[in-house]
């Protein structure tokens, strides 16, 4: 009988958690973590990728937002931030505590997302109209949304405690992946029990430019880790510059462009970075070098802003009176008419432009512009998410479409492992060491079924610990 029934089992059902996103592919992270009568989401990011990725953004949200006590946010990447705005549409009026750099980098990109979702309606309700005349589509919020978004965010700084709601005490520590990404503690207490739920967030990897080495937390009951390379390391970073190097180095000798879509937050300035240094030793010759991108530029700006966040030997370049992101060739290209304008640049000359997975941005014209040409390197330094032209480029098509045409692709591809923001599965291992001794619940999410299921195997044979593999939708009692 249930009033008989032992205290403990009461309360196991008293905390659970529900996947709403990531589980089992990589973008659209969100959680719903449930304690007692609280309700604290963790992330709302954007579904990316193929078309049918794409139109899980468009489905209602599985919670009504004004049943939530907290928001809690991890950092900016759209696949983590992109439906907060949703929220706030939907009636959501409490708070939503992240990071004083997450803060602003949600000015940028949030905007920036409202802006390309009203283009993007606007072309969507074009062609309804001429092929089936159907009612138009609205976009799924504004940049009156997110400003309201942006009003309720509270700023908790690394390792500040806060209780986000009864029973709920988060804490920030540092993920190491772009400026001021976190990952969550959250010390959850209901009925006489307490337990500390972690979510990993995004881990960087260890000794990348700029960011400091991911924390290794030592305790935890439950853990939620990203796997988005669990089935495999990267290169190392200095296999990865040579690779660079030598890229730019065969195109310059045939004047080519080099073409590099990078994530406006944390990628465009690694790559600032590393050409940076390959300029000073001499290993590449000076060459224009554009940044076509508004937000990448607005993002280096701000990088420049937080450098108590930099790395060790970032801080030494600063020390020494030089900027890591600045150099004599690199030119910030912000609006249209200039980066139309890169058209007519002759080679060789490098552009580094948006989006991170080919799948929209200044990048698409770009790659338009200059695919079929044999002379033109395309460096790929980052995830591609399965459907989107980035991940055919990578799989060696030889023909894609880019705005609804064929382009035949003679450039030469390069894919680059190495600068990824995102941890190998080594050092997800060894991050996981840390809570190891613990026996955490632990549930793999973030990453696509193979290098989950990788992972997962991984961590029973080190630990003994054996890992839940989510789906979109599960819950589970903590």
């Not at 489905?59 to 907060?84: E, Q, Y």
């Not at 072309?123 to 309804?128: A, D, E, K």
């Not at 065969?250 to 073409?259: E, F, K, Q, S, Y």
């Not at 001499?282 to 940044?291: D, H, Q, S, Y």
Request: glycine share 10%.
């Amino acid at each position: 009988m249930t009033r008989n029934a032992p205290s403990a089992f009461v309360y196991a059902l008293s905390m659970e958690l529900t996947f709403l996103g990531a589980a089992g592919e990589v973008t659209g992270s969100s959680y719903l973590l449930k304690v007692g009568s609280s309700r604290v989401l963790v992330d709302c990011g954007m579904f990316q990728g193929s078309p049918e990725a794409a139109r899980k953004n468009w489905r209602p949200l599985a919670f009504d937002p004004r049943t939530l006590d907290a928001v809690v946010l991890t950092h900016a990447h759209i696949d983590h931030s992109g439906r907060l705005p949703i929220l706030t549409n939907d009636g959501y009026r409490r708070r939503v505590y992240t990071t004083p750099p997450t803060v602003a980098l949600c000015d940028i990109l949030l905007k920036d997302a409202a802006r390309l979702q009203a283009q993007e309606v606007e072309r969507l309700n074009r062609h309804r109209e001429r092929r089936r005349g159907k009612d138009g589509l609205t976009p799924l919020f504004d940049e009156r949304d997110v400003g309201e978004l942006l009003r309720r965010m509270s700023v908790v700084r690394y390792d500040q405690p806060v209780n986000v709601a009864p029973g709920v005490t988060i804490r920030f520590r540092d993920a190491g992946h772009i400026l001021g990404s976190g990952m969550v503690e959250a010390v959850c207490q209901e009925g006489g029990r307490t337990i500390t739920v972690l979510f990993s967030g995004d881990l960087g990897e260890r000794g990348m430019p700029l960011m400091r080495d991911p924390e290794r937390p030592t305790k935890a009951d439950v853990v939620i880790m990203e796997s988005t390379y669990g089935d495999r390391d990267h290169k190392s970073l200095g296999v990865s510059k040579n690779e660079l190097r030598d890229a730019i180095n065969d195109a310059v000798n045939c004047r080519g462009m080099i073409l590099i879509p990078a994530f406006a937050v944390g990628r465009t300035q690694t790559l600032i970075y590393e050409l940076n240094e390959l300029l000073q030793a001499g290993e590449i010759k000076p060459l224009p070098v554009f940044i076509d991108s508004p937000m990448g530029v607005a993002a280096t700006r701000l990088y420049e802003t937080h450098r108590e966040l930099f790395d060790e030997a970032a801080l030494a370049y600063l020390s020494q009176g030089c900027n890591p992101l600045r150099f004599p060739t690199l030119k910030l290209v912000t609006s249209a008419d200039e980066s139309r304008a890169l058209n007519g640049v002759p080679g060789p000359a490098i552009i580094i432009a948006g989006a991170g997975m080919c799948n929209g941005g200044r990048i698409m014209h770009h790659l338009r512009h200059h695919l079929y040409k044999d002379t033109t390197h395309v460096i790929i330094p980052g995830f591609q998410a399965e459907g989107t032209l980035g991940r055919r480029l990578v799989n060696g098509e030889k023909i894609v479409r880019i705005f609804g045409e064929p382009v035949m692709v003679k450039a030469k591809i390069h894919t680059i492992g190495g600068l990824s923001a995102h941890a190998g599965q080594t050092t997800l291992l060894d991050w996981f060491a840390g809570v190891a001794p613990s026996k955490p619940a632990l549930y793999l999410t973030h990453g696509e079924n193979g290098p989950r299921a990788a992972l997962a195997a991984k961590v029973n044979e080190r630990f003994g610990v054996k890992a839940t593999l989510p789906m979109l939708g599960d819950t589970v009692s903590l």
